[in-house]
Nanobody, 126 residues
Framework: QVHVVESGGGSVQAGGSLTLSCTESGMIASSYCMAWFRQSPGKEREPVAE????????RYADSAKGRFTITQDGDKPTIRLKMDRLTAEDTGTYYC???????????????????WGQGTGVAISS
């Protein structure tokens, strides 16, 4: 059984930075996709960034390009999302998702992922 746990959310002022972490357990593939999504009240869950574990492939939503960086923590089943120059539009619940495929095989969308964490809240004040 796959378990996904996020941490690192919080409140910061606009222009500040936050780093989120996500650790999975239970995946037995040599490489697989881990991703961050976010959701604000009244909006659909949208992609933020994804990484293929042990392969280094990354992909970012347009809203994240140039401000967010997704990395794997060494060889651990842990990813981090460093978010810089945060704005109020970045406020929401951030979810980590995991699935068996390599990220570049499919369109980056929430419906493609089976395993999800509970989410961690991010609040940006102006």
């Amino acid at each position: 059984q796959v378990h996904v746990v996020e941490s690192g959310g919080g409140s910061v002022q606009a222009g500040g930075s936050l780093t989120l972490s996500c650790t999975e357990s239970g995946m037995i593939a040599s490489s697989y996709c881990m991703a961050w999504f976010r959701q604000s009240p009244g909006k659909e869950r949208e992609p933020v960034a994804e990484i293929t574990i042990h392969r280094g492939y990354t992909r970012y939503a347009d809203s994240a390009k140039g401000r967010f960086t997704i990395t794997q923590d060494g060889d651990k089943p842990t990813i981090r999302l460093k978010m810089d120059r945060l704005t109020a539009e970045d406020t929401g619940t951030y979810y980590c998702a995991v699935d068996w495929f390599n990220c570049d095989r499919f369109t980056f969308r929430a419906a493609g992922f089976e395993h999800w964490g509970q989410g961690t809240g991010v609040a940006i004040s102006s």
